[in-house]
Structure formats: structure tokens, C-alpha cells
T-cell receptor, first 112, second 112 residues
């Protein structure tokens, strides 16, 4: 059984650019959630995808968007990057919408 | 508003010195309470899920308990390898998603 994998592990972007982060969910999991974790803080919920549809969104602007594919992998897209977007972005998968979530190792995004 | 508060923010223990971490929560109906361990620069690692007051779960030197207002993570005779940030999160039925609301974490350092 493979775990949750994210790519890339590290990324440096310039303010105003766009970025795409990728996540492969754990085998057998159809639900993917994305979180943003600033240094020294707990993760903050961005949104969740269930069976390729967005199923709930946190307090993040529309320039944060996502996709889920038929194989349940997912992408997080962020447009018009701001310095405050610098954070660890975490993907979590679960077998149902409301069960234990298992996290990937994260993507460290630095915006300069 | 659903909220999770963890205390203390940081804890230093000597190897073998047992202690407890606290997670207080305010939520409109608890669907589940989750404990995770996070090493620096890595994604959270799932430890426990608790669903109802009075429930307890154990794993090696860790034991999690739950009341109607808080959860404790008891660490018995800790070792240096237990050093990490411990995150508590709740899942509420306020939305039809698996959204996790995290506390800010407790950073534990165990000295040999």
C-alpha cells in the first residue's frame, strides 16, 4: 500500500507567478484535502475534493484552486503569488469524507 | 466558532520524565478528535482518533484520552526520539466535509 506522495518537495517562486502542486492519494482513498501550514502554526484547511468535485472550502481567496482526477490524484493551483503564500502545503487523503486523514510530506513553497 | 487550543506551546522533558499535553476544544458537536505527530519539515503522522468522551487509546509510550471539553496526550517515560511537534485537530459536523481544525501544536523536546 503506497502512502500519500507530493511533488515537488521544495519550490521557489517570484511574487505574481503561478504555481501547481501535485498530490497522489493513498491507495483506496477517494478524498483529498489541501492544507496550508505557516511556520510555527497548525495547518489551515484550504479545500477538499471528493470524487472529482470540490466538497468544502476554507477561508482562502479564489486564486487558490484545485482539481481532482479520475485516479483521485489532485492538484493545487495558486495564481498571483504573494509573499504571504510562503508556507508548507500539505495534502491529505482519506477513504471517506469524514474519516482519518493521512498526510503527505508536504511541499515547501517560498515566494520571493 | 469551532476552535482548538493546545498547551503548553513548548515542553522540555528529561528522558524518562512523564508528562501530559493538553488540547482544549470548542466545537458544535464533535465528530472526531485526532492526534498527529509532526517532525520538522515533514507532514503530520497520524497517531490516534477519539470519538466519544471516556475513550482512550494507546500506542507504545503514548496514551490519548478524551472528555467533553478536552483531550490529553500522556507520554510515559519519553525517549529523545519522541521529540516532535504534537498536533491536535477536531472534525465537526458544521460542514459536510472532513475539514480538520488544528491547534497550533505543542513542541516537545526530550533530552537524554
Amino acid at each position: 500500500e503506497t502512502g500519500v506522495t507530493q511533488s515537488p518537495t521544495h519550490l521557489i517562486k517570484t511574487r505574481g507567478q503561478q504555481v501547481t502542486l501535485r498530490c497522489s492519494s493513498q491507495s483506496g482513498h477517494n478524498t483529498v484535502s489541501w492544507y496550508q501550514q505557516a511556520l510555527g502554526q497548525g495547518p489551515q484547511f484550504i479545500f477538499q475534493y471528493y470524487r472529482e468535485e470540490e466538497n468544502g472550502r476554507g477561508n482562502f481567496p479564489p486564486r487558490f484552486s484545485g482539481l481532482q482526477f479520475p485516479n483521485y490524484s489532485s492538484e493545487l493551483n495558486v495564481n498571483a503569488l504573494e509573499l504571504d503564500d510562503s508556507a508548507l502545503y500539505l495534502c491529505a487523503s482519506s477513504s471517506k469524507k469524514n474519516t482519518e486523514a493521512f498526510f503527505g510530506q508536504g511541499t515547501r513553497l517560498t515566494v520571493v | 466558532e469551532d476552535q482548538v487550543t493546545q498547551s503548553p506551546e513548548a515542553l522540555r522533558l528529561q528522558e524518562g520524565e512523564s508528562s501530559s499535553l493538553n488540547c482544549s476544544y470548542t466545537v458544535s458537536g464533535l465528530r472526531g478528535l485526532f492526534w498527529y505527530r509532526q517532525d520538522p519539515g515533514k507532514g503530520p503522522e497520524f497517531l490516534f482518533t477519539l470519538y466519544s468522551a471516556g475513550e482512550e487509546k494507546e500506542k507504545e509510550r503514548l496514551k490519548a484520552t478524551l472528555t467533553k471539553k478536552e483531550s490529553f496526550l500522556h507520554i510515559t517515560a519519553p525517549k529523545p526520539e519522541d521529540s516532535a511537534t504534537y498536533l491536535c485537530a477536531v472534525q465537526a459536523p458544521s460542514s459536510n466535509t472532513g475539514k480538520l481544525i488544528f491547534g497550533q501544536g505543542t513542541t516537545l523536546q526530550v533530552k537524554p
